[in-house]
């Protein structure tokens, strides 16, 4: 009797699975994760990567013409090379995955208010290796240079006053910028043997690259877009004390606006991803009876950040010096689309929000 | 009437039954812990974080630092204990304190299988699970042959409300008509071997398994009791709690539920099992056999009234808690209010998006908090989506920037939660003063009405 429900129900399971089989002639969902990934990896991030290394490598070539015969031009090189790899570090801050997250990349290359203080102490004491410990990720990265080239002195003619006088700035650019180069390039290097762990980590665990890689993607929207570019400088974190000198790009005070539209644009491109399977494509064929349309539903709420970015100054700190309650405005749009990824597609997408290891039921 | 309940409290059952059981608990109590131990959760969820969520009621049980510690050690030393049959009373009281205290620390971690085995080892506190095959037979010298019936059915009868209350819980229109939330969760278990890309990505798949798994746990109970459909009944127990296991991260519930169901079988099997175990422990079953015992035939309790009054009332309550939601107005799954302490497992798919802003009521200027400071990545994502967390944080923060010198302070929360894929919904009224509302098991006002209706239990 027993072995007949056993044979029974093998049979019976095997017709089951053979049954369900035909009916699909698309790609299983792992396939489409691997594509997803491969897509990731292949179309965004080393091309990303790859092309930020080569933006720098640009800026690295002016700072060394720079430093032997600062001038006005030379300053404006520098200046636009700067911003063109700025830009380029827009589409990659979200790729905070593998050999990025192991050497703390991204905190050695973007995080703002860049500190002064420090950056001048280290400038006179030119003890260049204390930059390797945590607390100086500030007086590194985009955000130094940001005031390395605009912000050191009252004017251009002080700033390449500045230069030619003391070697002691000079080397300092230098330095940092080869820092920049440096650890960019560790982290393109190591994506050629990085690839293919990243593509085949398709399984639905915590720590798989197509979750992590989510999860990221969400973290940045929310921290490093939402809060870092709109939200602490506007006050929504301190009691509506506005602070203009915590936003990107500071002592530019021309770009702000060009870095966060550069931003928006990486993350749209990134969630549609250019043709290829990415999330929209996921959300699509995962969509629930009760939200449909939720994949064009946040492509609409990313277009409306667009819009509503779009109509705040170049500078945000005059912004924010004149009209902030248009940029809070602003924060609540960018702040409605976290809304729909961290509910919305978490729910359809089913992926572990966090690294806790705990039971449920 | 009363004649038959008289009968039946005088019947008798064997002993072995139990045993058994006592020692599977215990081993299961055992091996639980240490894998909790050994995942490095004590730190993470019971001495690490800066606020634990309570219990209304039980804002008292603090956690205690690093001496949580000692806790689980008392815990599994009450788990040895309980398993070789020492000093059992004793070693199944101080573990119902003890793993109910730990309990009690932390709400974001409430499971209903955690539930269960409080409950479960209050009720054992009660019954002679130690007159056969145990440490304190050896030590008395005295062994039971019998112990009266309802002993046993006791526990069974807390499995019957545990599945019973579990399936009528999935009679609602979400989960029998929609398939959800299981059409939300099988596809993306396309990892699973076999079945992962091909039974789980299909929607009639989905609807079996939802009409499955009512039938299952509102059946199984009467198949396990009666004697001809038993066998099967437990082929069934074993299939359902393995697959279960496979698919969700549940821990050890599946081999709790698993090895407790073998309480329904008869004297026979567990005289075996008892037999095999003797087997097993050979070498110090010598010395065992060496030691004349007065067998006696049945066990009397020396307080049974007392006992019997305890576990009526027990009962009673066990009946009556997963009920008590009927008294709040609001829908059970939006709200959860009475939705704790009443078996209902893997019903909803809840993900929740809070943030909390900090008001001057005098100048009007407000901030925002970041969550992270304060919870773990844990408790953040429960609390996200549950009510009495959400006031029970409120007024945590409420107190923290009191402390930090803030006067005339309101704290709003800024909610959206969906439910069993659904968009999001605003979850709790933003224009309600969380520092308010008080703790209570009042209905919660300030809750937003669930813009959908799901019907059922």
Not at chain 1, 104 to 132: C, Q, R
Not at chain 1, 329 to 339: E, F, P, R
Not at chain 2, 70 to 76: A, E
Not at chain 2, 309 to 333: D, K
Request: glycine letters at 4%.
């Amino acid at each position: 009797m027993f072995k007949k429900i056993v044979v029974f129900s093998l049979i019976s399971f095997a017709f089951l699975i053979g049954c369900s089989d035909d009916s699909s002639s698309s790609d299983t969902v792992w396939e489409q994760k691997s594509q997803m990934l491969t897509n990731w990896s292949d179309n965004f991030i080393i091309p990303n990567y790859q092309n930020l290394s080569d933006r720098l490598s640009d800026l690295e070539n002016s700072v060394a013409a720079f430093n032997t015969d600062p001038s006005l031009q030379s300053l404006e090189d520098v200046r636009d090379f700067w911003l063109q790899a700025y830009k380029t570090w827009q589409h990659v801050e979200m790729f905070n995955i593998g050999p990025a997250e192991q050497t703390f990349y991204h905190l050695k290359m973007n995080v703002f208010p860049t500190s002064v203080s420090n950056i001048e102490n280290i400038i006179s004491a030119g003890n260049y290796s204390i930059l390797d410990n945590s607390p100086y990720n500030s007086a590194q990265g985009f955000p130094a240079m940001d005031y390395l080239l605009f912000g050191i002195a009252e004017d251009d003619a002080s700033i390449i006053n500045l230069y030619s006088s003391n070697p002691n700035y000079g080397n300092y650019l230098t330095e940092i910028m080869d820092r920049m180069v440096i650890n960019t390039n560790y982290v393109v290097n190591e994506w050629s043997s990085y690839r293919s762990a990243f593509i085949s980590s398709v399984e639905n665990t915590a720590t798989s690259s197509a979750n992590k890689m989510t999860n990221d993607f969400i973290y940045h929207y929310e921290k490093g877009f939402r809060a870092n570019k709109f939200g602490i400088p506007v006050g929504i974190f301190s009691g509506g004390n506005i602070y203009p000198d915590k936003v990107e790009a500071y002592y530019n005070k021309n770009v702000s606006r060009t870095l966060a539209l550069e931003a928006m644009d990486a993350i749209k491109m990134f969630y549609n991803g250019n043709g290829n399977p990415s999330l929209k494509q996921f959300l699509d064929n995962f969509a629930t009876d009760e939200m449909p349309n939720l994949s064009s539903d946040i492509n609409t709420q990313l277009d409306l950040c667009k819009s509503s970015i779009q109509g705040l100054d170049s500078n945000f700190v005059n912004q924010l010096n004149n009209e902030y309650l248009e940029m809070a405005a602003t924060y609540d749009i960018i702040q409605a689309g976290t809304v729909l990824l961290k509910t919305d597609m978490l729910s359809v997408l089913q992926i572990a929000t966090d690294y806790v290891d705990a039971d449920g039921d | 009437m009363i004649l038959e309940i008289n009968n039946y409290l005088k019947r008798s059952t064997a002993s072995s039954k139990l045993a058994v059981f006592r020692i599977c608990f215990g081993l299961m109590m055992l091996y639980s812990m240490l894998r909790f131990w050994s995942k490095g959760w004590i730190d993470s969820i019971y001495i690490a974080p800066k606020f634990h969520f309570k219990y209304f009621g039980f804002e008292w049980a603090q956690s205690l630092g690093e001496y949580t510690y000692l806790l689980f050690v008392v815990c599994i030393l009450c788990a040895v204990l309980i398993t070789i049959g020492l000093w059992y009373r004793l070693g199944m009281i101080l573990f119902f304190f003890s793993f109910t205290y730990i309990e009690l620390i932390e709400k974001t971690t409430y499971l209903n299988h955690y539930y269960f085995i409080s409950i479960l080892s209050f009720l054992l506190v009660f019954l002679p699970a130690n007159k056969c095959f145990s440490m304190d037979v050896f030590l008395r010298k005295k062994q039971y042959k019998e112990i009266p019936q309802w002993t046993v059915d006791a526990i069974k009868l807390l499995m019957v409300i545990v599945y019973f209350y579990a399936g009528l819980a999935k009679i609602n229109s979400d989960w029998l008509l929609k398939a959800l939330p299981l059409k939300i969760w099988m596809p993306s278990k396309y990892d699973i071997p076999i079945i992962g890309e091909t039974l789980l990505q299909q929607e009639w798949v989905h609807y079996a398994m939802s009409w499955g798994g009512m039938f299952y746990d509102l059946s199984i109970p009467f198949l396990l009791l009666y004697r001809k459909t038993r066998f099967f009944g437990f082929l069934m127990v074993v299939f359902f709690h393995i697959f279960t296991a496979i698919l969700f991260p549940i821990g050890m519930f599946p081999y709790i539920m698993i090895v407790s169901a073998l309480v329904f079988f008869d004297g026979n099997t567990h005289d075996k099992i008892i037999k095999f175990l003797n087997k097993m422990i050979k070498p110090i079953g010598s010395l065992w056999s060496t030691v004349t015992y007065d067998s006696i035939s049945q066990y009397h309790y020396k307080r049974l009234k007392g006992a019997q009054w305890i576990l009526c009332v027990f009962f009673i309550v066990q009946l009556a808690l997963p009920f008590r939601y009927i008294l709040y107005p609001s829908e059970l799954f939006w709200a959860e209010e009475g939705y704790r302490f009443s078996w209902r497992v893997m019903l909803v798919e809840k993900i929740g998006y809070t943030n909390f802003k900090v008001v001057n009521k005098t100048t009007g200027a407000s901030f925002y908090v970041r969550n992270g400071h304060f919870l773990t990545d844990l408790q953040i994502k429960q609390m996200s989506f549950q009510p009495d967390m959400i006031l029970e944080y409120a007024h945590y923060l409420g107190d923290h920037f009191k402390n930090q010198g803030h006067r005339n302070i309101g704290i709003y929360a800024e909610s959206f939660v969906s439910l069993n894929g659904r968009s999001n919904q605003q979850f709790i009224d933003p224009e309600v003063d969380l520092l308010l509302e008080k703790k209570s098991f009042k209905h919660k006002h300030w809750i937003k009405p669930f813009k959908d209706e799901i019907k059922g239990f």
